[in-house]
């Protein structure tokens, strides 16, 4: 069965129809997308040859396999196609980062699903650099993990971010999902106890944000 990491991510790709999947693995991600909310094309990329198979053998199983470009590459190197969304997703945050500074500047009308493991400081630091808004933040928390998904799109808007944004997410300190609040309480508890003075700011900082929901 489809995780809810997933199934989350494919739901963010409408209402594009064009999708390139960076790090493609199973190839769950492009059969959920095709079934559910359907797709014109699709290019899936993979720079390992085991994992690139993987989903070609499972997508085979589907008619919309010809809709689909297998490419074994690095990124976006290989991206020719002009898509409309991007989703790169299961890797650390520093890989996505290297990934779009490699490739985002030749594909900067498409819309960006990302979902980084670690980083996402760093990852919404770089989106902000390179006047990337981010659009639509998600949590989800499962099998004993938090997973934080940023929907990024090119503006030619001033961005006025703070550091705050770039810590917690400006969308999610915005809508202060459920999930955002048992993660930052999860947080605390864990700093709590850790006397440093850089964990001390964080503490403050996540309290600070809990505060603001009182
Ligand atoms: C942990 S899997 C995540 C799979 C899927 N995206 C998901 O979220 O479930 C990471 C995949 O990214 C691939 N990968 C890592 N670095 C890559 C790169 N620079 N370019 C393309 N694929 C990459 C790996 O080979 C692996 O299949």
Known sequence: MISERLKTLSSLVPPARSLADVGCDHGYLLIEVFQKYGLDYAIAIDNKEKPLKRAHDNLSKYPFIPNIRFSLSDGLQDLKEEVEAVVIAGMG???????LRNGLNRHLQAKYILQANRNHYELRKFLYEYSMEIVSEKIIFEDGQYYEIIVAK???????????DFIFGPILRKERPKVFIQKLKADLKKLEGINHPSINQ???????ILDEGK
């Open 154 to 164: 090119r503006t030619t808007e001033r961005l006025n971010y703070r550091e705050e």
């Open 202 to 208: 964080k503490i403050i900082k996540i309290k600070e």
């Open 93 to 99: 945050g520093m890989l996505i980062i290297d990934i």
